[in-house]
């Protein structure tokens, strides 16, 4: 046990110390919250060749701290209706799982000089932590920089309240990309994060602004649907969040931040050993 600590406590102080990147900075600001005509952002930034070795090199380790550990928790369920479930063995050292919780947090603060590098590592199946939801879940090493990069792009889909079962942001359309976010990616990323993130807080505007209550699910099947007063309450509210971000985008020339991997009410990172079990109980 006093091993266990004292090599946590080394491994938190050497990721702390490493992890040097600047966050990119992302509060709404309480600024106009009327949109502008355009969805644009333009930003004057060069990156010398060093610090931009040195940026790649931390994402590459980075993506690599990805890996746990430990060995991926078996998953109970046996037939498919089951609710799938993990119970973490005696085995399973949870304080494993912080480097790997870290990498993930500051992955999110990385630029978009990272996103290649992240959508390159495919096919990696070593575990890198697990998901508790309806149904638990084990994430790959390749989900997981799947999961950083989708945060990256749509990064206030956790700040948002719970509207519809369903109703996540219809940006982008990778149907013409076979699905794929790094073909996408190659496509638009001239263009630079901050300007595809306005594109998307602008579809989700429109989204939300015309979806119709009264054909809202609720969170499952067995729940209530929302009252009308508490949808448009909602409603307004995540209106308000969207344009807050994305006037901070404007202002700052800056892509917005994620904070969390988490989707708040329903996934979350589990077996960190200060989280307990939420959902599925």
């Known amino acids: 046990m006093r091993k266990t600590l004292i090599g946590f406590g080394v491994a938190l102080v050497f990721v702390l ?3 040097t990147g600047r966050w990119t900075a992302g509060g709404p600001n309480g600024g106009n919250p009327e949109l502008p005509q355009t969805t644009g952002v333009s930003r004057e930034k060069t990156l010398r060749d060093a610090d931009r070795e040195e940026a790649r090199a931390r994402a590459k380790y980075l993506i690599g701290m990805l890996a746990s550990k430990n060995p991926a928790p078996e998953i109970q369920g046996e037939r498919k209706s089951d609710p799938k479930t993990i119970e973490f063995s005696k085995e399973y050292d949870k304080s494993l799982q912080v ?16 996103i290649d590098l992240l959508l390159a590592h495919k096919d990696d199946n070593r575990y890198s ?8 879940e084990n994430v790959s090493v390749s989900r997981a920089c799947e999961k950083i990069v989708r945060r990256k792009y749509l990064p206030f889909e956790v700040e948002l309240h719970f509207l519809t079962r369903g109703g996540v942001c219809p940006y982008p359309n990778l149907e013409p990309f076979q699905w794929s976010w790094a073909k996408w990616w190659q496509k638009n990323k001239h263009r630079g994060l901050a300007t595809l993130q306005i594109e998307a807080i602008d579809a989700s505007i429109a989204f939300i602004r015309d979806f ?70």
């Open 17 to 19: 110390g490493f992890l």
């Open 99 to 114: 480097p790997v919780y870290l990498a993930i947090q500051q992955l999110l603060a990385e630029d978009e000089g990272s």
């Open 129 to 136: 932590y697990s998901v508790n939801a309806d149904n638990d």
């Open 212 to 281: 119709d209550s009264k054909t809202a699910s609720p969170e499952h099947p067995a729940a209530q649907p929302l009252p009308i007063d508490e949808f448009n309450r909602r409603r307004e509210e995540n209106l308000k969040i969207l344009k807050a971000i994305r006037q901070s985008i404007l202002q700052t020339g800056e892509p917005y931040r994620a904070k969390s991997i988490d989707y708040p009410g329903w996934a979350y990172f589990f077996g960190l050993p200060w989280t307990r079990r939420k959902l599925n109980l």
